[in-house]
């Protein structure tokens, strides 16, 4: 840490050179007491820091609520996981609400000991069944089933290989296991071959993503994969985002690349597209029977609700008869994009519902990210460590995760064009801004574009509405005009 950092800074300003990174080395004794330029960091960014936590005051829908400076706001949300609009289906909180009925609020025990109960290991069939895999278990957090599976399975003596962009849950399991880690650069064959050839002669693990979580791009299995293989060691992928939302029937990246029966363990959560939470790992029930005793947060600590595994069961009910859903959510997306890099948005290396809004500049993103929020759009700061490093240097985001609008269509959505305004204007300004030395990683921006795209845009969505009715929208040809769900008459309104 550099020296700078162990005296008060003494200008009570937010500095934007700073990150977490510049803090993990304290100057004082005790372990309770943190840094103290941690703490005048965080008091002197404090209007930044009030993007993150956000509280929300609705479901978490495509159109919510939240708490912004101390009053209620309406925004739509593009923060969160609820790809597939589930998470407020009635028929999911249906689901949980009998559950909670018969079985009670928590599950009171460790799966191991008496926290399993009949929908549980029903859930684990129906798990391992729609993936194809021999069994399936269940972890009452995503991070903890990660971090679990991967510090279960691996001993001192192996090494983990993981993608540099890689989930923190999955570094941490690695460096919890103790084996050796070594990192690739991201989807990259050639240095992950590298990396196996650097560490010849021990078991090798390769730990990959299906889709990135901050940078919405896939894993490139194919090359990966003949990599790994060439070298005969095993793959895990985490399929965390990609899991129901991607794939001819949801089953994830390994399935929309056709890679599925080359990937022996699979892993998943149900916070994203189940819109729940809690997660699991699925493959070879020797591997499983293994990892049920030496996964530390799946053996010794307590099951999930009976609640919550009611709901997933549900929601995998309704995602395997309503292909649909996934067809509106990859539509939604590609609209978004195009749109966004239309105007001059880099979305970076996104293929998928995550978007990046790269800007580059940490002072700048605080701004747009309060600015977003002021005009009603709802997106996630991205900082060090969830974002480490973007073509060899940090580069802050905000985050959108794309989701279906159960009611609305989002191309039909009052508030986007605003939104998109909104956010051209201040990548505009962070240009004319640049004087720091560092070359702004934003695309030109223009207002008389803005505002010509804006009328267009208009035009277009008139010309469209006008040209059919609801009935009509399924057949429409138009990209972004998804089929419709029935607004339900007393169902929530996004
Ligand atoms: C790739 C990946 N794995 C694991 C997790 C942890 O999942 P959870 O949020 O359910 O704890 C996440 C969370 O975003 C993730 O992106």
């Known amino acids: 840490m550099s020296s700078k950092l162990n005296r008060q800074i003494s200008e009570q300003e937010f500095d934007a050179k700073l990150s977490l990174a510049d803090f993990v080395v304290g100057d004082s004794d005790d372990p309770l007491v943190p840094p103290l330029a941690f703490t005048q960091w965080r008091q002197a960014g404090a209007w930044e820091a009030t993007l993150y936590e956000p509280e929300l005051l609705a479901a978490a829908n495509a159109r919510t609520t939240i708490n912004y400076e101390g009053r209620p706001r309406s925004v739509i949300n593009l923060c969160s996981y609820n790809y597939l609009g589930l998470a407020n ?126 940078d919405g791009d896939f894993a490139s299995l194919d090359g990966l994969l003949d990599v790994a293989e060439s070298h005969k060691a095993s793959v895990f992928i985490d399929e965390a985002h990609s899991m129901l939302a991607c794939g001819a029937n949801g089953r994830g990246a390994a399935e929309h690349f056709g890679v599925e029966k080359r990937i022996p363990l699979v892993y998943g959560t149900f916070s994203k597209a189940f819109a729940a939470v809690g997660g699991f790992v699925t493959g070879p029930t020797e591997t499983l029977d293994y990892l049920r005793y030496y996964a530390h947060s799946y053996a010794y600590s307590c099951a999930l609700p009976p609640a919550i595994v009611a709901a997933v069961l549900r929601a995998l009910e309704i995602v395997g008869r309503e292909p649909e859903l996934r067809d509106r959510l990859w539509a939604n997306a590609n609209y978004f994009r195009e749109h966004l890099n239309a105007i001059g948005i880099d979305t970076g290396a996104s293929t998928t ?142």
């Open 89 to 214: 289906r009635p028929e999911v909180i249906t689901a949980a609400r009998d559950a909670l009925a018969k079985y009670g609020l928590g599950a009171c025990g460790s799966p191991l000991l008496s926290g399993m109960t009949d929908l549980h290991r029903q859930l684990e069939r129906r798990v391992a069944e729609f993936l194809g895999r021999e069994d399936a278990m269940l972890f009452n957090s995503g991070f903890g089933g990660a971090l679990g599976t991967i510090s279960g399975l691996l001993r001192k003596t192996d090494v983990a290989i993981l993608d540099n962009r890689s989930h923190l849950s999955l570094r941490d399991g690695a460096v919890l296991s103790r084996s050796r880690v070594d990192r690739f650069e991201h989807n990259d064959p050639a240095s992950l071959d590298a990396a196996l050839r650097r560490r010849k002669g021990r078991r090798q693990l390769v730990i990959v993503e299906g889709i990135y979580s901050m």
């Open 353 to 494: 519902y995550i978007m990046p809004l790269v800007v580059g500049d940490r002072a700048q993103m605080y701004r747009l990210g309060h600015e977003l929020r002021h005009r009603g759009l709802f997106v996630a700061p991205v900082d060090y460590p969830a974002d480490r490093s973007h073509a060899g240097r940090r580069v802050v985001h905000h985050r959108s995760n794309i989701q279906i609008a159960r009611t609305r269509r989002l191309d039909r959505h009052p508030l986007l064009p605003q939104a998109w305004i909104s956010i051209g204007e201040l990548l505009r300004e962070t240009e004319d801004d640049a004087g720091s030395g560092e070359p702004p990683r934003l695309s030109l921006w223009s207002c008389r574009r803005t505002s010509l795209l804006l009328s267009q845009f208009k035009r277009e969505h008139r010309r469209h509405g006008a040209a059919h009715g609801r009935k009509r929208a399924r057949q429409c040809r138009w990209p972004a005009c998804a089929p419709h769900e029935p607004e339900k008459p007393n169902g929530p309104r996004h």
